[in-house]
């Protein structure tokens, strides 16, 4: 139902700053909650930021007030953009998607961008 296609990630210095892109199918506001996740090797998957349809946002209290969630409408994508970032910001970074339809949901997720950040 939702195909995701994630860009943007790389190399940076500490206090340096990336954006994060992830193309979704069809409209993010025909999606119930949009967002990213991220995993550090060795370590669980952890939640980034999420966008809720009516627009409410979360983010894990590690990167409050350093990463912004946005939606890009023209392109239906939602955007990651990070700064200030530090060396445990290091890990690969995966878009999330979940989807209600008649009686079920559906959980969906992009293959991941690398992101290190060392000096």
């Known amino acids: 139902q939702v195909r995701l296609v994630e860009s943007g990630g790389g190399l940076v210095q500490p206090g340096g700053s990336l954006r994060l892109s992830c193309a979704a199918s069809?409209?993010?506001?025909?999606?119930?909650?949009v967002g990213w996740y991220r995993q550090a090797p060795g370590k669980q998957r952890e939640l980034v930021a999420t966008?809720?349809?009516?627009?409410?946002?979360n983010y894990a209290a590690s990167v409050k007030d350093r990463f912004t969630i946005s939606i890009v409408n023209a392109k239906n994508t939602v955007d990651l953009q990070m700064d200030s970032l530090k060396p445990e910001d290091t890990a690969d970074y995966y878009c999330?998607?979940?989807?209600?339809?008649?009686?079920?949901?559906?959980?969906?997720w992009g293959h991941g961008t690398q992101v290190t950040v060392s000096s």
């Open positions: 966008f809720t349809v009516g627009g409410e946002t």
């Open positions: 999330y998607a979940r989807d209600y339809g008649p009686g079920d949901e559906d959980d969906y």
């Open positions: 069809r409209s993010i506001f025909s999606i119930y909650r």
